[in-house]
């Protein structure tokens, strides 16, 4: 029987965040650039041997984090359906149909830009090829290292409640890959069902 997850304190997961965050500042941007590049790269092939046309729901990306647009632009014009998050309250996630150039709004929950148009729920993601999802880190359990916002978690436990199944990969650089087992990782925290970095996609037991 596998032991469920304990509390972690709050302090001991800010910490590990600051770390980690530091560490991806400390990436040059080139570097960032460079792997980001890759990553879409891993992406765009798996997909293509996918049933076309495929539904994506991605993140914007922000500050240094990983980029996706190139690879969401290049997809729209393919064809496919490209979903982003929005910040509802009580730290919900809605979603956006986006395409390039989409106007923008501030959020009335977070201090970012947003984009405008119907905001679905969690219904809006379910039958999507894949969830790419945004992370500080993610080790080989696929424990994944949020914000702290809680709100992946709480859009990953709804989506899984309804029995939707699309795939949830995390997206970090790769020294984001943690050995197994050396992320605080509580009852609440969902975890991903693989990741992509610029070496490509991997896959995680379950």
Known sequence: MIAEPSPVAPEVKDEVRRVWRRRRRELPVAERAHQSAAVADALRNWLAARPQPVTVAAYLAYGAEPTLDPLLESLHDDGATVLVPVCLPERQLGWVRWSPGAPTQRSTV????????????????ATADVVLVPAQAVDLLGARLGQGGGYYDRFIAQLRSGGAAPALLAVVYDHELATAGTLPA???????????TSRGIAWFAR
């Open 110 to 125: 977070a201090p970012i830009d947003e984009p405008v148009g119907h905001r679905g729920g969690v219904e809006t993601v």
């Open 186 to 196: 509580g009852p609440l925290d969902e975890p991903v069902d693989g990741v992509v």
